[in-house]
């Protein structure tokens, strides 16, 4: 007779069998007795780490049992293990967004000061996707970066991405090279308010009663901050305007057309701004031209020195630094979280900007902003 039994839960400690004791000891319920009587050669057996039957074998009906230990499993427990990696993703979801912020601010300052000396933020734009354009070709080449797989229809799902995002891009600059850079962002927390109309009117898409109430800060708060602003200029509100509506037809189309394409956030952003950069180009050559930007350098860089080359530089990979950080850190969070984190970023901006260049602000227009802002934060709990 020969069967094997496990009990990995079974710990036999201080258990003693000696000569003295009785013929048949029986210490646990789930072990046989032992009949040592006629086994005078056992004197002392000292149990310490968890036990297993390995088998239970039968000699002239004289029963033998063997015993052997092993160590417990110290591998950690599933809950452990999940903790651990739960922490892990939310550090690296904190350091996506306190990248994401820090280049942007960096990105927005070095622009203004481009944009204050040379205003030509039809080149500038251009320079800003070419850059980036470059540096994603570049890393593709090298494989600091696995390039992605593509076909024709990628493209053409990704041109009216293109299209919205070119649009989106030049009329922010266009803003900021007329107003100052915490008004550009203050009327561009506005955007919800942009993406509730389309929705509703263009898309048929209805929402719940909260969605529509945060509105009324955002456009409520939006306005208060233009009207109070004191370098007030319309070329450089409607920018923002612009930018706002052309950047939710952006996201729509993108959610349409990108359904099922696997393609990671860094190589969408870089594919999104090569396909770009050859919209912009024709249209930046035929608004303002290589003359006026000719000209244009010449004075700036006399004006400024030579650190204005690094200015444009500065600026140009900054952008694409930030827009790469944004769209690599959709791979890790949920649209809520992005949104909340979109709204911190621009108080970042709003803030950064205000310091940096001393930008006058009235309590009434810092009302505005505040309250604009609240309201693009309630927005996105509404919708979650």
């Known amino acids: 007779m020969s069967f094997t039994l496990k009990q990995p839960a079974l710990t036999?400690?201080?258990?003693?069998?000696?000569?003295?004791?009785?013929?048949?000891?029986?210490?646990?319920?789930?072990?046989?007795?032992?009949?040592?009587?006629?086994?005078?050669?056992?004197?002392?057996?000292?149990?310490?780490?968890?036990?297993?039957?390995?088998?239970?074998?039968?000699?002239?009906?004289?029963?033998?049992?063997?015993?052997?230990?092993?160590?417990?499993?110290?591998?950690?427990?599933?809950?452990?293990?999940?903790?651990?990696?739960?922490?892990?993703?939310?550090?690296?979801?904190?350091?996506?967004?306190?990248?994401?912020?820090?280049?942007?601010?960096?990105?927005?300052?070095?622009?203004?000061?481009?944009?204050?000396?040379?205003?030509?933020?039809?080149?500038?734009?251009?320079?800003?996707?070419?850059?980036?354009?470059?540096?994603?070709?570049?890393?593709?080449?090298?494989?600091?970066?696995?390039?992605?797989?593509?076909?024709?229809?990628?493209?053409?799902?990704?041109f009216p991405v293109a299209v919205a995002h070119t649009i989106g891009h030049v009329a922010a600059t266009v803003s900021m090279s007329k107003v100052a850079v915490s008004f550009t962002h203050i009327i561009k927390s506005g955007?919800?308010?942009?993406?509730?109309?389309?929705?509703?009117?263009l898309l048929g898409e209805t929402f719940p009663p909260a969605v529509y109430l945060s509105l009324v800060p955002i456009i409520g708060g939006c306005g208060l901050a233009a009207l109070t602003e004191l370098n007030f200029n319309m070329t450089g509100f409607m920018g923002a305007m612009i930018s706002n509506l052309a950047f939710v037809f952006r996201n729509i189309f993108s959610k349409k057309g990108m359904k099922g394409k696997s393609v990671s956030g860094m190589n969408y952003y870089a594919c999104l701004s090569m396909l770009s950069l050859l919209i912009l180009t024709p249209f930046a050559i035929a608004v303002e031209g290589p003359h006026m930007w000719v000209a244009g350098w010449k004075e700036a860089v006399s004006e400024i020195g030579p650190q204005f080359i690094w200015w444009v530089a500065v600026q140009s990979i900054f952008y694409h630094l930030y827009n790469q950080v944004s769209y690599m850190s959709l791979d890790e969070i949920s649209p809520l979280t992005f949104s909340v984190g979109n709204t911190m970023k621009r108080i970042s901006v709003i803030v950064s900007s205000i310091i940096i260049f001393r930008t006058p602000v009235q309590p009434i227009n810092a009302l505005g902003a505040a309250i604009a802002i609240l309201g693009t934060f309630l927005y996105s709990q509404a919708k979650a």
């Open 12 to 158: 036999v400690s201080n258990s003693v069998f000696d000569k003295r004791s009785s013929s048949i000891t029986c210490r646990s319920l789930f072990l046989p007795c032992l009949n040592l009587q006629n086994h005078p050669k056992i004197t002392l057996l000292s149990l310490s780490k968890p036990l297993y039957i390995s088998y239970l074998q039968s000699f002239n009906e004289k029963p033998v049992i063997l015993c052997k230990a092993y160590e417990a499993d110290k591998s950690p427990s599933p809950a452990a293990a999940e903790a651990k990696s739960e922490a892990a993703k939310n550090v690296k979801i904190g350091t996506y967004f306190a990248t994401w912020w820090a280049l942007n601010v960096v990105f927005n300052i070095y622009n203004k000061k481009v944009l204050n000396a040379y205003p030509y933020p039809w080149l500038t734009s251009t320079l800003s996707l070419a850059c980036g354009s470059l540096m994603m070709l570049v890393s593709w080449a090298t494989k600091i970066a696995e390039p992605p797989k593509i076909d024709l229809e990628f493209w053409k799902a990704l």
């Open 191 to 201: 955007e919800p308010a942009f993406s509730v109309i389309v929705s509703r009117f």
